[in-house]
C-alpha cells in the first residue's frame, strides 16, 4: 500500500498572506512527484512535475521543494489571492510503474 | 486539439445495471488512467495502463472492469452498479519514454455518476 499523505487537510488565510503544505511519500523506490490544481467543478492541471531530490519548481507565485531522501515535498504560494483557492494535490509515481497514487489534497480557502 | 474527451458527463443508473464511461485522448499518450473523487480523499486510482493491451489494477479496481484495444480508448465498465460507486469519474492521460518522463496527467472533463 503507498501513502502518500498531504497537509494539512484545508487552510484559511487573508488576501496576501504566503502559505505552505506539505505532501509526505515513500522515500524507497522513487520516481516522480507531481502537484496538481483542483478548481471546484473542474478538472486537475498540472503545476508541477520532480523527479531530482533537491530540485525546484517555479511558477509565478507559485513554487515547490522536494525532498527524495526523506520522503517529503513543500508547494509554497507567495501574496495568496482570492483566485488561488482551490484544493491541491499532490501525486507520487514509484519506480517506473506507471501507477499515479494522489494525496488526498489541501483545500485553499484565501479571503479578500 | 480536443485532448482527452469522456462521455456520457452525467449519468443515473439503478442498482444492478451495468453501463460504460468512455474515455479517448487524442495526443498519442500511452499511459491512461481511471479515478474516481471520493469526497475528503482527493482522487483513487481504479485501473491504468501503460499502453494497448496492457492494463493493471489501482487502488480501488473492485467493480469495475477495463480494456484497452487501442492507444486512444480506454473504456471504464460497471457490471452491477452499486450505491458505493456514485461518484465523479475522471480519465487521464500522459506520455511517458525516454527522455520525456517527466509528462504529466491531462485531465478529461469527468464523468458524474449516480446510483440509485
Known amino acids: 500500500i503507498l501513502n502518500v499523505e498531504q497537509s494539512p487537510q484545508s487552510l484559511h488565510v487573508q488576501e496576501g498572506d504566503s502559505t505552505n503544505f506539505t505532501c509526505s511519500f515513500p522515500s524507497s523506490n522513487f520516481y516522480a512527484l507531481h502537484w496538481y490544481r483542483w478548481e471546484t467543478a473542474k478538472s486537475p492541471e498540472a503545476l508541477f512535475v520532480m523527479t531530482l531530490n533537491g530540485d525546484e519548481k517555479k511558477k509565478g507565485r507559485i513554487s515547490a521543494t522536494l525532498n527524495t531522501k526523506e520522503g517529503y515535498s513543500y508547494l509554497y504560494i507567495k501574496g495568496s489571492q482570492p483566485e488561488d483557492s482551490a484544493t491541491y494535490l499532490c501525486a507520487f509515481l514509484r519506480s517506473n510503474t506507471g501507477k499515479l497514487i494522489f494525496g488526498q489534497g489541501t483545500t485553499l480557502q484565501v479571503k479578500p | 486539439n480536443a485532448g482527452v474527451t469522456q462521455t456520457p458527463k452525467f449519468r443515473i443508473l439503478k442498482i444492478g445495471q451495468s453501463m460504460t464511461l468512455q474515455c479517448t485522448q487524442d495526443?498519442?499518450?500511452?499511459?491512461m488512467y481511471w479515478y474516481r473523487q471520493d469526497p475528503g480523499m482527493g482522487l483513487k486510482l481504479i485501473y491504468y495502463s501503460v499502453g494497448a493491451g496492457i492494463t493493471d489494477k489501482g487502488e480501488v479496481p473492485n467493480g469495475y472492469n477495463v480494456s484497452r484495444s487501442t492507444t486512444e480508448d480506454f473504456p471504464l465498465r460497471l457490471e452491477l452498479a452499486a450505491p458505493s460507486q456514485t461518484s465523479v469519474y475522471f480519465c487521464?492521460?500522459?506520455?511517458w519514454g525516454q527522455g520525456a518522463d517527466n509528462s504529466p496527467l491531462h485531465f478529461g472533463n469527468g464523468t458524474r455518476l449516480t446510483v440509485t
Open positions: 495526443m498519442n499518450h500511452n499511459y
Open positions: 487521464a492521460s500522459s506520455y
